[in-house]
Each structure stands twice: as C-alpha cells, then as structure tokens.
C-alpha cells in the first residue's frame, strides 16, 4: 500500500537559513508527488510537483524539491527562509494510472521561524 | 475569481445532530474531494466524487454521507453515526485527467461537537 512518511514533526529555523523537510514514500512504482503549504486555519496550497523527467523540481516562493528514486525520497528545501515561511507542509503521493488523484497524504510538518 | 468555497468556517453541533458542510467550486473541474484534518495525521480522504451523480467512498466514510447532483456543488453530511466528529474538514476539486493530479482546496470548514 502506498504511504508516506515526513519524520519531521516540528522544525524550526533562524530567518535566513537553509531548510529542508524530509519525505519518505512507499510505492510499487514511479508515482506523482507533491509538496503543499498551509497557514493557519486555511486550505492547503501547492508548492511543487514532481510527474517525470527532471527530478530536481522548482516550485513557487523560492522552493525546490528532488526526487531520488534510489532512496524513495522527495525532499523540500529552501536556500533562505523568510518569516511568512512559517506554516505546516505536506508532502504527497499519487498513484499512476486509474485515481492518481487520490492523494495520499504524510502527517506534515510544522516549521516555526525565529526572526 | 476562480476557487473553492466552503461554508461554514465555523460551526457548533450538539451530540446526535446531524449537520452539512457545503463546499461549491467554479472551476468547471470534473472531481470533487473531502478530507478530514486531525493533528499530527495529515489529511485522509473521506469521500470523492469524479462525476455528476456519482461518488465513491475513501478510507474513512463511516458516518458520512455526500451528494453530487450538479457538477459545481459536492456538500458533505456529518452524520450522528460518526463517532468522533470534531475535526477540520477540507473540500478540494481537481481536473480528471492523468497529465494534472493537482488538489486546489478551500479554505476549510472547523466543526465542534459540544
């Protein structure tokens, strides 16, 4: 069965520095994946996604993410974060083929910004 | 503007009500989908629907029941059977196609059992 796991609960960062959340999936197969952001109390919104080809995807508000097929990985980072950085993330699977649009969801991860 | 919007934000049941959280999206997308957000276990699927009069169960649906009567509308019923209603419902749309699998979301819909 599909899954994905981010080991991440909370993180916090210092404004400026690097980040980098972690997402682990298990699928049979090359599926779709997603990273999507949420604020506080709102819906969640798509940052970036990977289908094929390049797998080093580039995504809005400054954020990247690199699928590695060897180690089942699509891990989000940003060179600098910013304040309004401050959210919960959510990494997603996909299935190709017949329902790829029913994603499957990790537990997120909170990142917390310190000025 | 094109989006999903979901009413109420906020909204108070007592035990054994049942009560209906609408979600309306003009996007002219052909699927519609309710999640449950609880914390710390991300988003797990509730219901979806990829057409007009048709819908199908996700992994959590006891308690729930939904309709799809027209294309732009997909209203979700917390029903009294559900045990542990408290929770952040999220409605989303997306093309029915291979080549997108993007969700677009609402803004949410917060229901308390009191």
């Known amino acids: 069965a599909q899954s994905v796991t981010q080991p991440d609960i909370h993180i916090t960062v210092s404004e400026g520095a690097s980040l980098e959340l972690r997402c682990n999936y298990s699928y049979g197969a090359t599926p779709y994946l997603f990273w999507y952001v949420q604020s506080p109390g709102q819906g969640l919104q798509l940052l970036l996604k990977?289908?094929?080809?390049?797998?080093l995807v580039q995504g809005i508000k400054g954020f990247e993410a690199e699928f590695k097929r060897s180690q089942s990985s699509f891990n989000l980072r940003k060179p600098s974060v910013h304040w309004s950085d401050a959210a919960e993330y959510f990494c997603?699977?996909?299935?190709?083929?017949?329902?790829?649009?029913?994603?499957?969801f990790g537990a997120g991860t909170r990142l917390a910004v310190h000025p | 503007d094109g989006g999903i919007t979901q009413s109420p934000k906020y909204l108070f049941r007592k035990e054994g009500q049942n009560v209906t959280l609408s979600c309306e999206q003009n996007l002219n997308h052909d699927a519609m989908y309710w999640y449950r957000q609880d914390p710390g276990q991300g988003l797990r699927l509730i219901y979806y629907s990829q057409i007009v009069n048709d819908f199908q169960k996700g992994d959590i649906a006891e308690g729930y029941s939904v309709s799809r009567e027209k294309k732009e509308s997909f209203p979700l019923t917390v029903t009294s059977a559900q045990k542990n209603p408290t929770a952040f419902y999220l409605c989303?749309?997306?093309?029915?196609?291979?080549?997108?699998?993007?969700?677009?979301f609402g803004e949410g819909s917060r229901l308390t059992v009191l």
């Open positions: 989303a749309s997306s093309w029915d196609r291979e080549n997108t699998g993007e969700l677009f």
């Open positions: 997603a699977v996909g299935r190709r083929g017949g329902g790829y649009n029913k994603l499957i």
């Open positions: 990977y289908f094929s080809g390049d797998t």
